[in-house]
């Protein structure tokens, strides 16, 4: 009995580290912050909470669609992820994965996300969804990545689909307002990458992939992220404007905006990793703040954009 008892928990811990590996193919701590400017679009949208039914289902449509995406990102980088030390530990370098059930996996979750956001919410969001990952895996992942300095720069486009998503779940369309939450987030993810691509910029030398630390100084790449920071703040304050939001958004933007564009200075006149770093963590900070205090802007005060 003690045996028979034994070997089920070993088949239980093997099912459990299987579906963990699984779970890790579609990294989840991306999908998180994806998530997290899907919402405050729809809440925008709706000018207040939308159907709470609709949420749950594009909220779980979009993590399978961006679980999709990045199961084939995996895929495709399985042989530089080897070369880095950040990416070892991931399920198709390890083993824990298969290529092929990998692909496969990858399928399923874009096939589930495209039928719940055809049968549930409507047909824009799952086009939008599907582009996402098709950009993300060929003109990202596929293209730009291996091949150009400015690889997250164009490949950042898909990680600002959501705002896009949400927007056209609840309203069948697409207007200025989730086009300027687009351009936010668009332009908000080359400083907030290139600050972890300075930490890893040996290892991303090794594995030949030209992120732009890689390819020029780490103070050249801190004035890039400086002006792309200025931009950010510029289309946090248009979007102000546009969508009509009340005070609380606008001091987030504001004090938000010039912390970030403190943070990249810092880095600008201290060029290394540690205070890029920095840089990295208050961008995840200030893109959250950004977006929740649009929600609540909306929820608290009315706001119809």
Partial sequence: MRHSATTIEKTERGLAATAAAFVMLTKPRIIELLLITTVPSMILAKGGMPNVWLVLVTVAAGTLAAGGANTFNMYI????DRLMQRTQGRPLVTGAVS??????FGFVLEIAAFALFVTCVNLISALLAVGACLFYVFVYS???KRTSKQNIVIGGAAGAAPALIGWAAVTGSLALSPVLLFAIIFFWTPPHFWALAIKYADEYEAASVPMLPVVVSTRSTAIQMFA??????VLSLWFHIVADTN???LTVALVGGLLFLWRTLGLLRRPHAA???K?????NVYLGALFIAIAVDVLAFGVVS
């Fill in 77 to 80: 980088d399985r042989d530089i």
């Fill in 99 to 104: 290529p092929r059930a990998a692909l496969l």
């Fill in 142 to 144: 596929l293209w730009l």
């Fill in 228 to 233: 792309y920071s200025v931009v950010v703040i």
């Fill in 247 to 249: 005070f609380l958004y």
């Fill in 275 to 277: 205070q890029a770093m």
């Fill in 279 to 283: 840089v990295f963590t208050f961008s």
